[in-house]
């Protein structure tokens, strides 16, 4: 296969499985009843989905100069969407139910095996990058899918300790301490 194909082969992949798990989150966020469950999995929804709409511009201009310099501006500024959940949870869910997820417990072993995943196929094409740009490109992208591990780790937590979850992620604290 020569680096054009492998190149072109990988954009297809990744683009593949990152609509994959654009509909996975949304699909479930759907039939979540529990507001932060909700909100994280809205979340990765949407990075799903904005990866997926960058990556397709990234190829579109891979596939038309066969340069990776210009594919780098696909790369946006580095901003965390577990730090933004997160405070958006803070805020809004003051006085959620802290005692559990609702009736519908989140696939999350599919979840992380599905972020794994698409860090195994980024690495993998990061081993066989020839530039820098293209080094930076994908490192961007295995930092944001482990970004993604990060928010499904705090998911996890909060369904399996709800009330310790609240405590640390919350800021909750004891009363008139």
Request: charged content about 35%; aromatic content about 10%.
């Amino acid at each position: 296969m020569s680096v054009k194909e492998q190149i072109e082969s990988f954009f297809c992949e990744v683009l593949e499985l990152k609509e994959q798990k654009a509909k996975f989150y949304g699909e479930w966020a759907q039939k979540c009843d529990d507001s932060v469950g909700r909100d994280i999995l809205i979340a990765l929804q949407d990075a799903e989905s904005r990866d997926v709409e960058r990556l397709k511009a990234a190829q579109e201009e891979w596939s038309r100069t066969n340069q990776w310099s210009g594919v780098c501006r696909y790369v946006p500024e580095r901003t965390s969407i577990a730090d933004t959940v997160l405070k958006k949870v803070r805020q809004s869910h003051k006085n959620a139910s802290k005692t559990g997820c609702g009736s519908v417990k989140f696939p999350l072993d599919v979840a992380r095996e599905l972020e794994e995943k698409a860090i195994a196929l980024f690495r993998k094409q990061l081993e066989k990058a020839k530039s820098e740009d293209e080094k930076n490109f994908i490192e961007a992208f295995i930092s944001e899918e482990k970004e993604h591990l990060r928010l499904i780790a705090d998911l996890k937590y909060y369904y399996e300790d709800p009330q310790g979850w609240f405590m640390e992620k919350g800021r909750g604290g004891l009363d008139g301490v």
